[in-house]
Each structure stands twice: as structure tokens, then as C-alpha cells.
Nanobody
Framework: VQLQACGGGLVQTGGSLRVSCVVS????????MGWFRQAPGKAREFVSS???????YYADSVKGRFTISRDNAKNTVYLQMNSLKADDTAVYYC????????????????????WGQGTQVTVSS
């Protein structure tokens, strides 16, 4: 199983960016997918997740600004990020789990079993 994240880059405060995660070796529609991020000197933190049935969850810090979605035909999960802030600067990681989805557990990095390599998102003020 491989997860390939891409789409990061440099954007100004208030701008938008979409990161993608292509899943290979596993059917994305049968797995829960998540996005985490890690800023320098900070722990990896939950950003968003989407269950096998398409139910979505967000961290409070991104709710209303970020949208997670999936295209099962392309085995790809997206994270649309709008109204970006400097605090959103981090390496963004996509991750996958074949476990039965539960919202509290899906916020924990240890619940997932495969991770992508990460893509850098930098928001300049």
C-alpha cells in the first residue's frame, strides 16, 4: 500500500490550496482516510478524516475553512484549504485505515496503518 500526497506549496494568507492523496494497493472507498499536519517543533495533529461511508470530521481549528473529499474512481482523497492562515503552515500527511471507523479513534495517529510522505504547505503573511 502506498499513499502519495501532492499539491502543497506557498500561498499568501487568505489564499486557497488543494492537496491530494493517491492511494495504491488498497481500495480507497473501503478505507477511512485522514489528513494530519506537523509544524516545526510541534506534534503531529489531526486535521480531518473521512469514513468509508463519506462522513467527514474536522479539527476545530480548520472547521469551516477546509473540506475533505474523495474520488473513489481515482482512488484519491483531497483536502481543499481556504482562508489559509500562517498557523496552517506545516507538512501535511495523508493516512489510511481499514478499521471500522469511529470518530474519536480517527483523530489519533495510531489508529491509521499507512502514511504518505507528506507535502509542505507554507502560508506567508
Amino acid at each position: 500500500v502506498q499513499l502519495q500526497a501532492c499539491g502543497g506549496g506557498l500561498v499568501q494568507t487568505g489564499g486557497s490550496l488543494r492537496v491530494s492523496c493517491v492511494v495504491s494497493g488498497r481500495t480507497a472507498s473501503r478505507t477511512a482516510m485522514g489528513w494530519f499536519r506537523q509544524a516545526p517543533g510541534k506534534a503531529r495533529e489531526f486535521v480531518s478524516s473521512i469514513s468509508q461511508s463519506g462522513i467527514t470530521y474536522y479539527a476545530d481549528s480548520v472547521k469551516g475553512r477546509f473540506t475533505i473529499s474523495r474520488d473513489n474512481a481515482k482512488n484519491t482523497v483531497y483536502l481543499q484549504m481556504n482562508s489559509l492562515k500562517a498557523d496552517d503552515t506545516a507538512v501535511y500527511y495523508c493516512t489510511s485505515s481499514a478499521k471500522i471507523f469511529t470518530q474519536p479513534a480517527a483523530r489519533l495517529p495510531g489508529w491509521y496503518d499507512y502514511w504518505g510522505q507528506g507535502t509542505q504547505v507554507t502560508v506567508s503573511s
